[in-house]
């Protein structure tokens, strides 16, 4: 578990991860796209909810057993940020599979971010683990909305839902 002091609640550090990766996807984005980015969460816990053709992830940390964060990204997100970068490469034609891909390296840099910044709260190296796509994510998960915000692009109503598990 991830605890800078022993006064911290479950909800403050559930609030930490889901801005820090926030905060790690934007800069991913800005990197690989030289698009300025920013995200947003309000801090409010809510019930999944599967959306039709939202990429699910799980991406598991080094700090032990079950410790990971599940991620569910809205198709117009993941296509909107995929297409964004292959174009600042200077693809103009993008299809859904190569913004798929492209979208999975910005969860790649994202989450090898995050990965960063458990290792500086917690003062020991963490590594990402393995990392699945999923259909779907467990009935009973519990999230924070993490919106992304892209100039010219209508996206901040379909926010990432961001879950930690609750070893991590």
Same mark, same amino acid.
């Given at each position: 578990? +991830?605890?800078?002091?022993?006064? @911290?609640?479950?909800?403050? +550090? ?5 801005? @820090? ?13 030289? %698009? ?32 990971? =964060?599940?991620?569910?990204? $809205? @198709?117009? &997100?993941?296509?909107?940020?995929? *297409? ?6 200077? +693809? ?11 979208? %999975?390296? =910005?969860?790649?840099?994202? %989450? !090898? ?22 259909? *779907?994510? $467990?009935?009973?998960? &519990? ?11 209508? +996206?901040?109503?379909? $926010? &990432?839902?961001?879950?930690? !598990?609750? @070893?991590?």
């Amino acid at each position: 578990m +991830i605890v800078a002091n022993q006064k @911290e609640t479950a909800e403050q +550090i559930t609030q930490w991860l889901a801005e @820090e990766w926030g905060r790690r996807f934007a800069t991913a984005v800005e990197s690989m796209a030289d %698009h300025k980015t920013s995200t947003t969460c309000d801090g409010v816990s809510l019930p999944f909810t599967a959306a039709e053709g939202a990429l699910n992830v799980e991406q598991e940390f080094s700090i032990g057993p079950g410790c990971l =964060i599940r991620v569910s990204a $809205p @198709e117009l &997100v993941w296509r909107e940020a995929g *297409t964004r970068v292959l174009q600042a490469a200077g +693809i103009e034609e993008v299809g859904r599979e190569d913004a798929l891909s492209t979208f %999975h390296e =910005i969860l790649n840099q994202t %989450h !090898s971010g995050l990965a960063q910044a458990m290792s500086s709260r917690l003062k020991r190296e963490v590594n990402c683990g393995a990392k699945a796509d999923k259909d *779907t994510l $467990p009935d009973d998960t &519990v999230g924070l909305s993490v919106a992304i915000n892209m100039t010219d692009a209508e +996206i901040g109503d379909y $926010p &990432v839902f961001v879950s930690p !598990s609750s @070893e991590l």
